[in-house]
């Protein structure tokens, strides 16, 4: 099993910056998926973005051009760049790492964008 530790969430003014963290143990595949997906409260979770194994990433409408995921081999790690950010990015934000055999998924870190 892959376990996930996700961090860099806080408060942050509309038109601020955060960069995510999710750093990931356990085993190892070859073929994958790390995404962040995020929650807010009364709303169903939504894939923000997702990065493979070959290095293609893919990014919700809502959050292109202001975000950008990227990973650090080396360091086992995934990261997520938000710029921009408005209220509406204000939701708890989680690392998943999928593959062939298994998912697993961090606690997850609370964003809010408020002034």
């Known amino acids: 099993q892959v376990q996930l530790v996700e961090s860099g969430g806080g408060l942050v003014q509309p038109g601020g910056s955060l960069r995510l963290s999710c750093v990931a143990s356990?085993?190892?595949?070859?073929?994958?998926?790390m995404d962040w997906s995020r929650q807010a409260p009364g709303k169903q979770r939504e894939l923000v973005a997702d990065?493979?194994?070959?290095?293609?990433?893919t990014y919700a409408d809502s959050v292109k051009g202001r975000f950008t995921i990227s990973g650090d081999n080396a360091k086992n790690s995934v990261y997520l760049q938000m710029n921009s950010l408005k209220p509406e990015d204000t939701a708890v934000y989680y690392c998943?790492?999928?593959?062939?055999?298994?998912?697993?998924w961090g606690q997850g870190t609370q964003v809010t964008v408020s002034s």
């Open positions: 356990g085993s190892i595949f070859r073929i994958y998926t």
């Open positions: 990065i493979t194994s070959g290095g293609s990433t």
């Open positions: 998943t790492f999928r593959a062939i055999e298994t998912v697993s």
